[in-house]
């Protein structure tokens, strides 16, 4: 527990403080202690229950942000966005193996993909599309890097269904026109961004650690794993106008 | 308006009314006076604009309900109906003209089905899910009819798109779950199905005679045009155990 809380604390920073220290401890790998995401082997029923529970938050932000969408354009241009996660969740289902019924792979996720649902919901609109945008891009770069562990056709066929298509761009350009049409948004936005990526990456870290923190892997060992995707997280509100 | 007005009135009875005075008038064939659904010539970018907008309240429907779901069983079954009339509007975006985009084609028809939206929302997941259930089944069945009226290769291709994917038999499946659970709910659900086919059948309505109602079929002409889809409806009722 008591690396947990070192792991919470040190989500806390902002996102630029921990690329810094994530690019930092080069040394460590010298020593052979590095830890990468590819090198852990989940467990295909695992893997994909952990992902499904999380696709499921995605799916009903996705659902949300539909339906509170402040122009008829907006909706109309969101629907794509759930069209493809709810195509990515269906997918991603039929890749269980045969005899694990999707709900029974979900079950030991669920109630805190449904905190984390709480967590990263938004307070309006724009909050959520940018939570849609912020979380679903680190998930699946989390996940693409995860499932590197996995065995080779299961890892394949993953890493297609993750990479097939995807809502970003589109979910980015609502995000410059609304930012660009209220500039006063964007620090807001900035500091959701923030509050996003430092609880997105917790989730990362109960996906490989499990709640009881029983895991091979310390979260030291761990950090530089999560450089790679924090860059691109960077990048991704950088095109935005924002400060990650 | 005083037409439309003697509609709504004839839409006020209840279904089993409705579909006896649509079976009755069957000398009015004789007299060449009956009005076929698929006699109607639509353009097909106000075909497609009115069901894409009614598409779009289905869709939040669905998102809702996905939402709202009491049990993670039922939201995991329901994520298959989201992704199926998701992917039905982008189908049919992919069907307009070339030069007519889809917020333009739905402009028309967005205030009319959002006052539908409001009128089938329900007030709770259970009607949320008959509403989905029984205004998709009314509405393909209806624009299934009305489309037939296109030419001749539009009416092929959105009748591939209308019959391609159904989320009917898992929203019954859905249904008859919580009606075994909860026998009491039967009666409710029994008398919110039967505004539902009221209200949904005032949509068909205006979608053919506009709300201006200035179009060349005269509402009494229309009535034996409803006479399928209402027996459908009926039958769908039936095999959720409810009085339609």
Not at 48 to 59: E, K, N, P, S, Y
Not at 175 to 188: M, T
């Amino acid at each position: 527990m008591a690396r947990l809380v070192a792991v919470v604390r040190w989500f806390d920073r902002t996102p630029r403080e921990v690329t810094r220290s994530l690019l930092r401890p080069r040394k460590v790998v010298a020593e052979g202690d590095r830890v990468l995401l590819q090198d852990l082997e989940p467990r295909l029923d695992q893997y994909l229950g952990q992902l499904l529970a999380l696709q499921l938050v995605v799916l009903q932000q996705a659902g949300q942000a539909v339906a509170e969408a402040p122009t008829l354009a907006a909706k109309a241009n969101l629907v794509e966005a759930l069209r493809i996660v709810s195509t990515r969740y269906r997918d991603l289902v039929e890749l269980l193996p045969r005899d694990v019924e999707p709900l029974v792979a979900m079950e030991p996720f669920y109630a805190s993909s449904e905190r984390f649902a709480k967590e990263v919901a938004g307070a309006d609109w724009y909050e959520q599309v940018l939570s849609l945008h912020v979380t679903t891009g680190l998930l699946t770069d989390f996940f693409a890097a995860y499932g590197g562990g996995l065995h080779d056709d299961d890892r394949d066929a993953v890493l297609r269904v993750l990479t097939r298509e995807t809502g970003q761009p589109l979910l980015a350009r609502e995000l410059q026109r609304a930012i660009q049409q209220n500039p006063r948004l964007a620090s807001r936005m900035a500091l959701w961004g923030r509050r996003l990526v430092g609880d997105t990456l917790l989730q990362m870290y109960l996906a490989v650690h499990g709640p009881e923190d029983a895991s091979p892997a310390p979260a030291q060992r761990l950090e530089p794993a999560f450089n790679d995707i924090v860059a691109a997280h960077t990048r991704r509100m950088d095109a935005l106008g924002l400060t990650a």
